[in-house]
């Protein structure tokens, strides 16, 4: 069975409009910084421009298709086993699933030997076990299961920090979801590199754009992806990459420190050059627990707007900077208002790269506004 590539939105996918986290929410406990003797954490801002390659842990379910098995007659053997659409398979007959191409072999040989397949696959946390017959297509003379499966991602997103006392990344803001079933993908491995923008499509009101961009020397990883949140991916990293605005840290602010007013987001709009860009802080919402949608920004630089209309696809993860302090990253585009969009709060984002722990300590006393 052929495999398929996930499609997913970075400059793809990522940035559509508002959306809501899947994961399941954290009980919110204070946080410090892991700094060694100094008090006050700092990291270095992004804005760079990144490819992003992951490969999930197992090869996930996106879709059912019937198999011709006679003139009269189509099944599809992967439907009749209660397989469903963002079911993560793990493994078939006892074989781990590291890779596509290992599924076509296990459906050719059971199918040869007129036997079933034990399927073990992930659905809402919990393992669970299909026994599944594979069916023959008589017109492509192959063995298959009549489902649609994917076991890999590729995209473009944005670099938030880079955090050089750790050596650990951040990056997008957001979850990575597949496309059909908007599952988050559990990352079995994965890297970043650099990319470098070519163009971009300017967003209008109902029509978000995107960055267009392509990769560029990828045989020199800048990190690996271990993670995949609902405030981004992270992993290890072991320089500040090139294009960098920064080459020293910057103090970092908790969610409490942010304040409405001026600010500036670092992205790229063209080749690697990161850029600053004036924003308004319009609305900070008080947060007892993480959440996505920390605040609502506003473009107001004239000359962001004019190049890309507002908040595009492949912004997500642009780092947003206030009073030299940085406080978040840009995570999803009003459809109807390009110009606006959320972003999350930088806390949240280093709480889930391990930059910062967790305390035993009693909660802040935060209320919503």
Not at 62 to 76: C, T
Not at 117 to 132: D, F, P
């Amino acid at each position: 069975m052929p495999g398929l590539l996930f499609a997913f939105f970075l400059s793809l996918s990522g940035i559509t409009g508002p959306q809501q986290s899947f994961a399941a929410p954290l009980e919110h406990q204070p946080l410090k910084a892991v700094q060694g003797n100094d008090n006050e954490l700092k990291v270095i801002p992004g804005g760079q421009t990144i490819g992003v390659k992951v490969k999930s842990a197992g090869v996930l379910v996106v879709g059912h298709h019937l198999i011709e098995v006679s003139e009269a007659s189509k099944i599809s053997p992967g439907e009749k086993s209660g397989l469903l659409p963002g079911d993560l398979m793990t493994s078939i007959n006892g074989v781990k699933l590291d890779e596509v191409s290992k599924v076509a072999k296990l459906v050719e040989r059971a199918g040869k030997s007129n036997d079933s397949l034990s399927i073990v696959y992930k659905r809402g946390g919990k393992e669970h076990t299909a026994q599944l017959k594979p069916a023959y297509d008589r017109n492509d003379k192959v063995w298959r299961l009549g489902l649609y499966i994917r076991d890999s991602a590729a995209g473009v997103g944005t670099l938030t920090f880079y955090a050089p006392k750790q050596g650990v990344y951040g990056a997008l803001g957001h979850v990575i979801t597949d496309m059909n079933t908007g599952t988050p993908i559990v990352v079995g491995s994965g890297h970043i590199v650099q990319s470098s923008v070519t163009s971009i499509s300017k967003s209008q009101d109902g029509d978000p754009g995107e960055k267009r961009a392509h990769f560029l020397k990828e045989s020199q990883v800048l990190g690996n992806v271990e993670s995949n949140t609902d405030f981004g991916i992270f992993g290890k990293m072991t320089r500040n990459p090139e294009h960098s605005l920064y080459q020293e840290p910057i103090p970092v602010a908790m969610s409490a420190e942010v304040k409405e007013g001026p600010a500036q987001i670092l992205t790229v709009v063209d080749g690697q050059q990161v850029e600053r860009f004036n924003v308004e802080i319009i609305h900070v919402a008080r947060q007892e627990t993480p959440a996505t949608k920390g605040m609502v920004l506003r473009i107001t630089d004239s000359r962001l707007i004019d190049k890309t209309g507002g908040i595009v696809q492949g912004m997500s993860g642009s780092p947003i900077v206030q009073n030299g302090r940085l406080i978040g990253a840009v995570t999803h585009v009003f459809v109807n208002d390009p110009k606006s969009g959320y972003g999350c709060f930088i806390e949240w984002m280093l709480r889930d790269s391990g930059v910062m722990q967790q305390d035993n300590l009693l909660p802040y006393n935060l209320k919503a506004v």
